[in-house]
């Protein structure tokens, strides 16, 4: 695979925009475009895949008016339902920033961009609906999961393209009515036996048997993508819950995220 070769990225969008592919009846897909998918940023030819759950945070990618929308807070199925008049555009990936990366991912890519190339994407590409007067909780649901289940096939094609030796998986950012992240992702990744029985996602993340000289991190193997897995908090939450588990500190300040992620780098190359 070379690494300008922009094709996954290009097929990716065009199946949203165009309804092809995956993105065919899927329950969840915004017909008129408004909320278009969040992926595809980094190096193709990375050793490292940071997969978050979708898209959140601010309004646009670098906070900024443009069409590159992912806002946390859509409450519609399509966008012609709040009544407010919008022109569809045709989705064109930031093929440009591929080597740019998540501005608010907590500093983790930073560490291992340069030294072994970072890749990040969600295992779903457009943004949940979330909670909305008219559309009853039940439904949105299931579109919200049904949509989950279908957008997986894209996540295997970038799994097959990168071809990483390690995936981090990032858990939740909160609490959320579908399924744990993690769970559906060791489902997917074949590792749905390894998992904790409380799933946890604390469990997940932390190595119980930690010890001083171990990794605080629970890693694990997937036979079917030829990867090493390593589940994360969330960067925008957990980074600073995690010291307490590992170090014995129950003040969370500024240095816990940096030690979060000298952590999560070490054990990333001591995989690779």
């Known amino acids: ?6 094709s996954l990225v290009e097929q990716i969008g065009a199946d949203f925009t165009e309804g092809n592919g995956p993105c065919r009846y899927c329950p969840k897909r915004d017909d008129d475009c408004y909320a278009t998918p969040f992926f595809g940023y980094g190096r193709y030819d ?12 601010t309004k646009t990618i670098n906070k900024t008016d443009t069409h590159l929308h992912h806002d946390r807070k859509r409450r519609w199925k399509n966008y012609r339902e709040t009544g407010v008049e919008y022109e569809k555009k045709i989705y064109t990936n930031q093929i440009q920033q591929i080597e740019d990366l ?15 190339g970072v890749y990040f994407t969600n295992s ?50 909160q609490s959320k009515d ?9 489902d997917f990744f074949g590792l749905a ?7 946890s996602i ?27 897995v390593i589940p994360s908090y969330h960067f925008s939450r957990g980074y ?8 014995g500190e129950s003040n969370r300040d500024k240095t816990s995220n940096e030690k979060y992620c000298d952590e999560m780098a070490n054990v990333v190359r001591s995989i690779i």
């Open 202 to 228: 604390k469990n997940y993340v932390h190595n119980s048997e930690y010890q001083s000289d171990q990794s605080p991190f629970s890693t694990y193997f997937s036979d079917e993508y030829n990867c090493h």
């Open 1 to 6: 695979m070379e690494t300008e070769d922009t």
């Open 124 to 173: 779903v590409k457009c943004n949940d609906i979330h909670p909305s007067e008219t559309i009853p909780d039940e439904y949105r649901r299931l579109l919200n999961e049904y949509g989950k289940r279908r957008c997986l096939s894209h996540l295997d094609k970038e799994l097959e393209y990168i071809e990483p030796s390690v995936v981090i998986v990032l858990a939740n950012s």
């Open 46 to 57: 990375a050793e490292v895949m940071i997969v978050g759950e979708s898209p959140g945070g």
């Open 193 to 199: 036996d390894k998992g904790p029985r409380d799933g």
């Open 102 to 116: 998540p501005i608010n991912a907590g500093g983790l890519p930073d560490r291992l961009a340069e030294e072994f």
């Open 240 to 247: 600073n819950t995690f010291p307490e588990y590992t170090y």
């Open 178 to 186: 579908n399924l744990n992240h993690l769970e559906t992702m060791f």
